[in-house]
């Protein structure tokens, strides 16, 4: 069949599918535990933007955390380098409505400002949803994006329980247009979708509302292809799909193998297969530096329509269990997610629920006990903080979380007072210099702890990175910051206390007495300046680089009772008690975060602390004693 111009299109009623790309957000969040690089990003962006996307959608989500926390990248600084090189294609970022994209609700100013800087950023499009389907929780996101500019994409997301159906998402939808959607995206994180029942949904959308209908799915189950055909039949206006080398299990369907099947028909959009090709053999290299990050259960596993454990999660909760020797417990936790999901009130699996839900999983999977560990986000999730889920919450497991507090019933963003000003005084009081921005100081605000720790870093590898170019070595501007040059860099991973590093080092300048100049970055960022002769010595020298990354543990082993220890490896948030109080048997003694979720830690026994083993920052582990009580 012959190619329809534009316009013999228009004329014969013919309707492209308009196609949205995944690959440098979603695609990666799934496979590689949101691991992709800016650096990495960069190169090809150009080609990208000429492929005629609907939308790249390159932000939010888990890329921010991630980006501070993981790769020591600044995610505003990402944003506006990829706006730079891609001005054609629309950018969308994934926002979680009251939650922005962090993991729990923020005061309506932090949610207004933050909108705000995004799209003056180059966010263009905000595909907005709330993990509970509570809309109340959409409505200053809503309210900010529509001021500020933006486009609203106001979505629901898609689960099977026997509280959701196609008739309870149309009314969503509807709700949603009211609210002032620009369009609906069906989010399918989970890949539960199936075609007659995307087509049924579909159908009846195209009928309830006038917007655009954006359809998102992942192909762990391995319908997505399917799904996607007769949603285009049943009048889907766009779909998300990943290029093919980042694409399919718990990513999205590949753009390639789409194109080929509309190719010709009505739907055809109409795209350039050996610009895609080039893409993708771009990615199929990148993709091999990120293997550590890619696990097993990426793949397609139909299990996925019983477990409901969306594409991100996945990838991330077997990269958590690894870290802490426990992956072949991955079924144990997975069988768990569902009972442990009932328990709260059927809510869909996605950030931050999905976060809660496997976490709450894991604790119960590695303490032997279910709930003997609550985390505080379980806590705040059982007193209504998140909002309202669609089914009934276990009574006995909301007793033993809160006791008897009364659930909050109002819109819970009502709750918070406004967060901004007190933020930025802590801040200050922290750090006089660490907020650059308004964007710094909405960083630290979602992100307190690690904010400050990617603050001083770069602070430092600015100042490094100064003091090499004046000795002639790299030139001191943003680049050389972010991915400095190497002479024959070595580069290996080092293991400290359950968390990855990536390790460069190479040599620079010219050699003197006594050796080259030897430089080391840790996550990209420049961690010291040594002289040595054999770059063998660096990296024999494991004490050195465990020491500035974590330090080598000096705690006891566990042995006594009155040892207090964490279920699971993480980071001390913060110390409740001194030597020498007194303390009862279950009294909160430390709070710890693991798998980005807090839980508290209490005293198995009553008495005197008589040591603590830890500060705050510390990264710990469950055969450690933290806090000595006798």
């Not at 009972?339 to 976490?359: A, C, E, H, N």
Request: glycine fraction near 8%; charged fraction near 30%.
């Amino acid at each position: 069949m012959p190619k329809l111009t534009s316009e013999k299109k228009r004329k014969s009623g013919a309707t492209p599918v308009k196609i949205m790309d995944t690959t440098l957000r979603d695609a990666h969040q799934s496979l590689l535990a949101t691991r992709l690089r800016t650096e990495d990003m960069l190169p090809i962006a150009a080609k990208i933007d000429k492929v005629g996307y609907a939308a790249i959608e390159m932000w939010g989500g888990a890329t921010f955390d991630t980006s501070i926390r993981y790769l020591r990248e600044d995610p505003w600084e990402r944003l506006r380098k990829l706006k730079k090189v891609m001005p054609k294609t629309p950018f969308q970022m994934l926002l979680r409505g009251q939650n922005l994209v962090g993991y729990r609700h923020y005061a309506d100013d932090v949610v207004e400002r933050f909108v705000d800087r995004a799209i003056s950023n180059g966010i263009d499009i905000l595909r907005i949803f709330d993990a509970l389907n509570d809309l109340r929780n959409l409505k200053m996101a809503f309210k900010a994006t529509l001021k500020y500019g933006g486009k609203v994409e106001g979505s629901f997301c898609y689960t099977l329980s026997r509280f959701h159906n196609n008739n309870l998402f149309v009314e969503l939808a509807k709700r949603l247009e009211d609210m002032g959607s620009d369009a609906i995206c069906i989010k399918d994180m989970a890949g539960l979708l199936s075609p007659y029942a995307a087509f049924d949904l579909v159908s009846k959308l195209k009928e309830a509302v006038s917007v655009p209908i954006h359809l998102h799915s992942h192909d762990t189950s391995a319908m997505a292809v399917s799904t996607y055909l007769k949603a285009i039949e049943a009048g889907v206006d766009i779909i998300d799909t990943a290029i093919s080398s980042m694409a399919s299990g718990t990513s999205h369907p590949p753009v390639e193998t789409i194109v080929n099947i509309l190719k010709g028909s009505r739907y055809d959009p109409g795209m350039d297969m050996a610009l895609l090709t080039k893409i993708a053999d771009y990615f199929k290299e990148v993709r091999k530096k990120y293997k550590e990050f890619e696990s097993d259960y990426t793949g397609v596993d139909p299990r996925v329509l019983v477990y409901q454990i969306p594409g991100g999660m996945t990838s991330n909760l077997a990269l958590q269990l690894s870290e802490q020797q426990a992956l072949d417990r991955m079924t144990e936790v997975l069988e768990e997610v569902p009972r442990v999901r009932k328990d709260l009130g059927f809510p869909p699996l996605v950030t931050p629920s999905s976060q809660i839900v496997g976490t709450q999983a894991t604790l119960n999977v590695l303490t032997g006990e279910r709930y003997k560990v609550i985390t505080t986000e379980t806590k705040n999730y059982l007193k209504g903080l998140y909002g309202k889920p669609s089914g009934p919450i276990n009574k006995e497991i909301q007793k033993k979380g809160v006791g008897g507090e009364e659930r909050v019933t109002c819109r819970p963003a009502d709750l918070i007072e406004p967060e901004l000003e007190q933020s930025r005084l802590r801040l200050r009081k922290e750090n006089k210099s660490a907020a650059k921005s308004v964007e710094d100081l909405l960083t630290y605000t979602m992100f307190p702890k690690v904010a400050l720790d990617f603050f001083e870093k770069r602070d430092n590898a600015d100042k490094r990175v100064a003091e090499v170019a004046e000795k002639g070595g790299v030139p001191a501007d943003e680049t050389s910051r972010e991915s400095p040059p190497l002479i024959a860099p070595s580069e290996f991973t080092v293991k400290v206390h359950g968390e990855t590093f990536q390790v460069k080092v190479g040599g620079m300048g010219h050699p003197g007495e006594g050796g080259r100049p030897y430089f080391i970055y840790i996550d990209g960022q420049l961690e010291e300046v040594l002289v040595e002769s054999q770059l063998e010595v660096v990296q024999s020298e494991e004490g050195r680089i465990d020491s500035r990354v974590g330090g080598r543990s000096t705690r006891p082993k566990v042995a006594d009772e009155g040892d207090v220890t964490t279920p699971m490896p993480g980071s001390v948030v913060a110390i409740k008690v001194r030597v020498g109080n007194k303390v009862k048997a279950g009294q909160v003694v430390l709070v710890i975060e693991a798998m980005k979720m807090q839980s508290e830690v209490h005293t198995p026994v009553s008495g005197v602390v008589k040591a603590i083993y830890v500060k705050e920052g510390d990264r710990v582990n469950p055969d450690e004693v933290l806090v000595r009580v006798g």
